[in-house]
């Protein structure tokens, strides 16, 4: 790799297949393949160091930042601009503590350094983020990624933290002994972020120095497998580092879209290891055992750490927070509060957004005469993206709170709290973090399932994953909520018990089914769980801010389109075909239409659970995603009304009744539809993201008729034991 980086690489514009790779990211401009192309970076790091911060203020592009171990799982590429206002693009990779890989994650990590991917541009220069606070620890991967011979730039962050704990660094001689530019930054607080790209925008970068000494037993294997792999075209440094992990590597994680090792490198290596394990020798702990006294060398007269004076301010606070009954207590607390208050302080706000609603419906009944047009205006657009809509102040109070918990860093001190309890049903208590985030959307914490090592731990993760209720069940419970206690002076507590009650049902459930698996088709050994625990920091307001708004946006974007789409849909499909009789009551009508049939066909399966025809409706289209059927309640029972003003849902729900007359929303018909979306699996979106991380149609599918089959069969039981009670 030549070591300017203004100049063109013979690999070719590597922007020209970045659209097709990078799903999700800003449009990326072909230029003619004569012009020089932007030099790429990758940024790399371990979990917590502040790897995506400093990427964010770098590119301006906006990702999610936590404060636990797995959050950042998928590559993710912006366009940085140099001192000279000249473009380079950012890489920002997933958070790894070594590049002997160990999950997907770091794979994916270790494959792109190594130019093993044909989708991913091979960097032309590194930036390595290191936590300030705990640089031992983070120099072991800088250590290996010297090991590359790549131009690289060494980042301390935290800066702000390391002086906080009496951490003394000198930056200066640790850039000395490693030759490459080292960068003291906050990124947190925009410091550093200058000098960063200054040293970014440098046309050349020198080449790291450090040397280390591989332990003697174990050269002439390296040496083997370094011949080899320049055989295979690599160049002689990448080819000594690359066989040295895969002699640190345990068992060599490989990830679809990587190059596979060449046969001859992969005898060579299985030869090795037959004859180290004849001799029994731990060729991986001597490596590993050499780097470290290589690091430790390295710090000295670098790093001073100030003699242990009693307990830290941090320790003292985990000792109340990681406590085995006070933790749970707190955990408790915090839990319950996020729940009242999302019924209290968006109560202003909602309102608002239905008088809004309401104020726009009536002005096009005024303007508009009456007629097909003007319902599909009233009932199908505003009435159904309206419905939901006005459950977005809750929705962000929710994501608020989820991001103050993980910019403090308590996040992870729940993991550790949930630990236990998780190993007992034969969960790694990694799988707490995807799980956690679950709560919000189960695509991010399905995808985030990749931080965990074990293929089978992992499958059970993403198996049980949509167990969790997610942020898009939220308006479904809240709607609910209103429709079984209706009355302004039932105490917010109440409504947030029966929240947290559904929160907890989806959570044992998920327990309980990871339980069973892993004691059938998926059994094997607990790992035990090590996981870093970060330091506690002032919440970064800006950035949960911007995550705030990034999710609301989402939830408006998909109002605005999926359910817009199908709240359209749906409105035909319950206005046609016209009941022959013009004086049909809207009853008639609804069970005429097309929607009426289908509800119908439906309702002997759903009947013994409590639902009628029209509740089958909302089921069915909650399909595309369950925040839909609340906008289904809309179009339906604002059919049914006989009253032409746009009332709240849930007093068109309150109104339905039987054939009989008997009323259909029943406390008991409620909690039962409650406790149907907290199993049922009513996702497209989660369907395909686990076919995509299964790479099989086997497992969503087992994933669907698992949770569907017993939703069906937990709402048959509470209902009909309901009824038999009497309620």
Not at 14 to 20: G, T
Not at 171 to 195: D, F, M, S, Y
Not at 649 to 663: C, F, N, S, V
Not at 682 to 692: D, G, P
Request: hydrophobic content about 45%; aromatic content about 8%.
């Amino acid at each position: 790799m030549g070591s300017d980086a203004s100049q063109p690489n013979t690999g070719g514009d590597p922007r020209a297949s970045l659209p097709a790779h990078f799903s999700g990211n800003s449009p990326v401009r072909r230029r003619p393949s004569a012009a020089p192309r932007a030099p790429v970076y990758a940024m790399v790091g371990n979990p917590n160091c502040g790897k995506t911060t400093l990427f964010n203020a770098l590119t301006g592009l906006r990702q999610k930042v936590g404060n636990y171990p797995g959050v950042t799982v998928e590559k993710k590429m912006g366009e940085a601009y140099s001192q000279h206002g000249k473009p380079m693009w950012v890489i920002d990779l997933p958070g790894a503590y070594s590049l002997a890989a160990r999950s997907p994650d770091e794979a994916v990590t270790r494959d792109v350094l190594l130019g093993r991917r044909t989708d991913t541009p091979q960097p032309d220069r590194i930036i390595c983020v290191l936590d300030a606070t705990n640089l031992e620890r983070n120099l072991y991967l800088a250590h290996q990624i010297l090991d590359l011979g790549r131009p690289v730039i060494v980042v301390l962050n935290m800066m702000d933290l390391a002086r906080r704990a009496g951490v003394a660094i000198d930056a200066a001689k640790l850039e000395e002994q490693l030759g490459v530019p080292v960068i003291t930054c906050e990124a947190v607080h925009n410091r550093g972020v200058v000098e960063l790209r200054i040293a970014m925008s440098r046309a050349e970068l020198p080449l790291a120095r450090h040397r280390w000494d591989v332990p003697a037993p174990i050269a002439p294997a390296v040496a083997e497998l370094q011949a080899g792999l320049v055989d295979e075209g690599r160049p002689p440094l990448v080819a000594r580092a690359e066989a040295l992990l895969l002699l640190t590597d345990f068992d060599t994680v490989r990830v679809a879209g990587s190059t596979p090792l060449g046969n001859r490198t992969a005898s060579v290596l299985e030869a090795w290891r037959r004859r180290w394990s004849a001799e029994g020798t731990d060729w991986s702990a001597a490596l590993i055992k050499s780097r470290y006294e290589a690091i430790n060398v390295l710090c000295q007269g670098v790093v001073d750490r100030p003699a242990p004076k009693g307990l830290s301010l941090s320790d003292r606070i985990d000792a109340l927070l990681v406590h085995s009954v006070w933790g749970w207590v707190v955990f408790g607390v915090i839990m319950a509060a996020m729940f009242l208050s999302i019924f209290t302080l968006a109560e202003y706000p909602m309102g608002l957004i239905e008088g809004l609603v309401a104020d726009g419906a009536g002005l096009i009944k005024e303007t508009m005469p009456p007629g097909d047009l003007r319902d599909l205006l009233t009932e199908g657009v505003i009435g159904g993206a309206g419905g939901v809509v006005v459950f977005l102040p809750q929705i962000l109070i929710l994501f608020l709170f989820v991001g103050l918990l993980e910019s403090t860093g308590y996040m992870a001190r729940a993991a550790f709290l949930m630990d236990r309890p998780m190993s007992r049903v034969g969960l790694h208590g990694r799988s707490f973090i995807p799980l956690l985030g679950s709560y919000a959307c189960a695509i991010p914490g399905i995808m985030a399932t990749r931080t965990i090592e074990n293929a089978k731990d992992r499958l059970a993760t993403i198996l049980v994953a949509p167990l969790m209720s997610c942020s898009a069940r939220l308006p479904v419970y809240l709607l609910m909520i209103a429709t079984l206690l209706p009355g302004r002076e039932v105490p917010a507590m109440t409504k947030a018990g029966l929240m947290l009650l559904m929160y907890a049902l989806g959570t044992g459930g998920a327990f309980g089914f990871a339980w069973l698996f892993k004691r059938t088709f998926l059994r094997g050994d607990n790992p035990l769980m090590i996981l870093e625990l970060p330091p506690y920091q002032p919440p970064r307001l800006k950035e949960i801010l911007r995550q705030m708004l990034e999710r609301g946006w989402l939830f408006l974007r998909n109002a605005g389109t999926i359910i817009l789409a199908i709240s359209i849909v749906l409105w035909f499909l319950t206005t046609y075909p016209k009941h022959p009789d013009p004086q049909a009551t809207a009853d008639t009508q609804i069970a005429h239409s097309f929607a009426g049939q289908a509800g119908h066909i439906l309702e002997p399966v759903i009947k013994p659970l409590g639902f009628d025809w029209r509740i089958g409706i909302g089921l069915i289209t909650s399909f595309a995603a369950r925040e839909v059927f609340v906008s289904s309640m809309g179009v339906i029972f604002g059919v049914e009304s006989a009253d032409e003003d746009t009332a709240p849902i849930r007093e068109a729900m309150l109104k339905a009744t039987w054939p009989d007359g008997a009323p259909l929303f029943t406390p008991l018909v409620c909690l039962t539809l409650m406790i149907y979306y907290v199993f049922a699996m009513q996702c497209m979106s989660t369907i395909a993201v686990v076919r995509r991380e299964t790479h099989s149609w086997r497992w969503p599918l087992f994933q669907v008729a698992y949770m569907t089959g017993t939703a069906w069969l937990v709402c048959l039981l509470f209902y009909q034991a309901g009824r038999a009670l009497g309620f």
